[in-house]
Every structure is written in structure tokens, then in C-alpha cells.
């Protein structure tokens, strides 16, 4: 039992930055994996950012060189801050959080989703 909350969604202006936060809680021990994912009507949902088993960030290629993806807070919590946001940035953004073990997904855990849109 793992719960994913979400924040931070919302109205930003084109060219702005958005801070969203996803806190993990409830049965946690065993995910070792933890980002970011976005959707748009139409297209499949596309990984934005997370951590790996270690600890080391990666970041999708069109989002790479304006975000960051960090650690915050007393619980398993991570952040994603992106900047000069355009309207391929309008989307669903989902928290995921995973156990990834001998090379297979065994826990995988999803956020309700928090809805970011650019205006022009």
C-alpha cells in the first residue's frame, strides 16, 4: 500500500517555471525508483524525469537543460522544476514510484495526476 500525492500544477505563463512535488507514502521500503511522467490527449505518456536505484538523475531529451529533479522533505519526496515552460509543456504530469529488481518492474505505483497548462 503506497500512496503518490501530487502538487504544484496549474496555470504558468509561457516562458515561466512550475515546481511540482510528489510525496510518497504508506509501504515504501521496497521502491527503489521514483520520477516524473506527462500526458496529453492523444499522445502516450512520456517519462520526464526520475531517479535510478542509485540516486542518478536523468531527464528526458526535451527537458533537458531546464529542469531539475530533487530530493525534499522528511519523507520520500521528489521535486521537478522546469523553466521557460511552452506549450508542449501543457500536460498531466504523474508522480511513478517502482521497485526495480534482477532486471524486472515488481512494485509500480502511480500518482492521480496534477495538471500543468501554459498560457500564451
Known amino acids: 500500500q503506497v500512496q503518490l500525492v501530487e502538487s504544484g500544477g496549474g496555470l504558468v505563463q509561457t516562458g515561466g517555471s512550475l515546481r511540482l512535488s510528489c510525496v510518497a507514502s504508506g509501504n515504501i521500503f521496497r521502491l527503489n525508483v521514483m520520477g516524473w511522467y506527462r500526458q496529453t490527449p492523444g499522445r502516450e505518456r512520456e517519462l520526464v524525469a526520475y531517479f535510478d536505484s542509485r540516486g542518478t538523475p536523468y531527464y528526458a531529451d526535451s527537458v533537458k537543460g531546464r529542469s531539475t529533479i530533487s530530493r525534499d522533505g522528511a519523507k520520500p519526496t521528489v521535486v521537478l522544476r522546469m523553466d521557460n515552460l511552452d506549450s508542449e509543456d501543457t500536460a498531466v504530469y504523474y508522480c511513478?514510484?517502482?521497485?526495480?529488481?534482477?532486471?524486472?518492474?515488481?512494485?509500480?505505483?502511480w500518482g492521480k495526476g496534477t495538471l500543468v497548462t501554459v498560457s500564451s
Open positions: 511513478n514510484a517502482r521497485g526495480i529488481y534482477i532486471g524486472r518492474v515488481g512494485a509500480d505505483y
